[in-house]
């Protein structure tokens, strides 16, 4: 150590060791546990509120991504609904329509079907004597294309689907779906139970068991469409259902309007999938803005409850830095002393705000019974973030302490 | 303070000499002049007192000498070292070294112990770490508050509290040793306790600046320098 006494002597610039500046920094933090721990809660909050914000927001878009599966992923709908307004423009879909879309590669089948007008005629089956019971039913009667089954992925309960030979001939089979032949009372067809449409006789071929897509079809009578066109003036079919390949969704979207109406495919409309990244996109998009505000504010109050109270921090221990400024510190140490409480105040908020933040995700994603899904760089950013805040916080109230006069300070008790 | 008295032969520069030295304090239109043409010569180990009425400049003067301030005008040397040619950071250094305070109010931290408010002075003195806490303990034995070393501050009474200072103030073995007013805040006997306890410092070496109302300091004194409307009036 140069002696100080000696006029010779080099006389250097007042020093302070890194680990002197920490603990100094600390003991000041620990001087006042409670206030030090409310002004902690400023940033705690807007840290916890914004890694809550981002991790539900990336869980949530996560899991209805999930959600989004692969029956969905696999449907295309063509229609000729024009929608609300679309009366006029409304086009016949061709009778072979499901027939040119499943030529297309990544078809995997498609059914085209549409409601048969029967003129309010009442459909029932062979009359049970039983004056009580009602034996005629108004019912929704489909015709389709033989494919549609598959189209949809229906299941029979029993017997068997009608063909296109049923179709071509005009044959009077029809098929139940479950809720209609429960009102009819027809639950075998191994001896061909017949219905009657009005006065027309459809021998019953099949009953389903269920469908994934068009739950529409399950109380329906559903009929050949070649029957339909003979025996009730049925023009077209209104949808198209596609079963496709995963991931070809886009592609036959584009195509299956060009294959059924290849001069004027605008007039149709075709509902696909959603993109799974757009829709991910979407969502967190949704949360985040609006919560991302949320958590910037509580954040910025955070800060300004930092601000104040190391202000009035140092307010209160002007007599602190008179006695430190005679002690040798010079302006830079009283300001990187009061700097790093600020900072440190900001950081240990930022370790609990994540803490919470995270536990929170946790918790939400538990009651819900999702995957949390967490960013890496959260649980490091989150605390940072928290730092930086509690330094900048402590930028006007340090540069305030260093500039006090120790001759002014030390008068201040 | 081992090593000046060995250099005492060598015609050591006295520790403060203040040539003309003036302070003059502007706010506004008023201008203040509380040091006019102050000289002043201290030597190594003497015991002064500087009294006066309040606004004769004792503080003023008290401040100056500390490095706390720099005078408006005059020279003022510490050590032989023109201080005026230093910069902040190097006033700094040389308070830590060479200075220690001991104020009417005491200023220690109430939330550390007296240990810690000893040591708050070899933080910024460039002390090796591991010789902290023996130079602190030392300091203390040497105050008599060797027992006492954990106790908070605001458990002791005033001359306790102004004998931590006082160790606070020489654990870093400071050439001078400036009090304002420190009997001020004290009754009559722990004020006395704490004026034997300045001769037995000054009578190891250390040179003393005593700013004072109570005549008390002054008998204990080698040397009063009197102060009225900014002048030194006696400097014996």
Known sequence: ????????????????????????????????????????????????????????????????????????????????????????????????????????????????????????????????????????????????????????????????????????????????????????????????????????????????????????????????????????????????????EVGAASLIAGQAAVAVYPDQPGLLEVQKPPEPEDLRRDVEGDVNALFLVLGAVSLLVGAIGIANVTLVSVLERVGEIGLRRALGAARRHIAAQFLVESTTMGLIGGVIGASFGVLLIVTISATRTWTPVLDPWMPIGAPLLGAVTGLLAGLYPAVRASRLEPVEALRAI | MRKPMKRALMAEPPVVELRSVQRRFSAGDVTVEALVDANLVIE??????????????????????????????????????????????????????????????????????????????????????????????????????????????????????????????IVTRPALLLCDEPTGNLDSSTGESVLSLFDELRAGGLTLIVVTHDDAVSLHADRVVHMRDGRVETAA
Not at chain 1, 79 to 98: H, K, L, S
Not at chain 1, 105 to 122: K, P, T
């Open chain 1, 1 to 244: 150590m140069t002696d100080p006494t000696d006029p010779t002597g080099r006389i250097e610039s007042a020093r302070m060791g890194v680990r002197d500046l920490m603990s100094e920094s600390i003991a000041g933090i620990f001087a006042r546990p409670a206030r030090t721990a409310l002004t902690v809660l400023g940033t705690v909050l807007g840290i916890g509120a914004l890694v809550a914000t981002l991790g539900v927001a990336r869980t949530a878009g996560n899991q209805i991504v999930g959600r989004f599966d692969e029956l969905a992923a696999t449907s295309v709908v063509v229609t000729n609904d024009q929608g609300f307004f679309g009366g006029d423009t409304r086009v016949a879909i061709p009778a072979d329509a499901a027939e040119r879309i499943s030529r297309l590669n990544g078809v995997v089948a498609a059914g085209s079907f549409g409601s048969v007008d029967v003129a309010g005629a009442l459909v029932r089956s062979v009359p049970i004597p039983d004056p009580l019971a009602q034996t005629e039913f108004q019912m929704t009667v489909y015709a389709a294309s033989p494919g549609l089954l598959d189209a949809v992925r229906g299941e029979l309960r029993t017997g068997r689907f009608f063909d296109t030979g049923h179709s071509q001939r005009g044959d009077h089979v029809a098929v139940l779906g479950p809720g209609a032949a429960q009102r009819l009372n027809i639950t075998r067809v191994d001896q061909q139970p017949v219905i009657f449409i009005g006065e027309e006789v459809f021998v019953v071929t099949g009953i389903i068991e269920d469908v994934l897509r068009q739950p529409g079809l399950l109380n329906a009578v559903i009929i050949p469409e070649g029957t339909a066109r003979a025996n009730y003036e049925f023009s077209s079919a209104s949808t198209v259902q596609i079963d496709v």
């Open chain 2, 44 to 169: 190594r180990g003497d015991y002064v007192a500087v009294v006066g009425p309040s606004g004769s400049g004792k503080s003023t003067m008290l401040n100056l000498v500390g490095l706390l301030d720099r005078p408006t005008d005059g020279i003022y040397l510490f050590d032989g070292i023109d201080t005026n040619e230093l910069s902040e950071g190097q006033r700094a250094w040389l308070r830590s070294r060479g200075i220690g305070f001991v104020f009417q109010s005491f200023h220690l931290l109430s939330h550390r112990s007296v240990l810690e408010n000893v040591l708050l002075s070899t933080i910024y003195n460039g002390m090796p770490r591991a010789g902290r806490i023996p130079a602190a303990e030392e300091a203390l034995n040497r105050v008599g508050l060797g027992h006492r070393i954990d106790f908070s501050p605001t458990s002791l009474s005033g001359g306790e509290r102004q004998r931590v200072a006082i160790a606070r103030a």
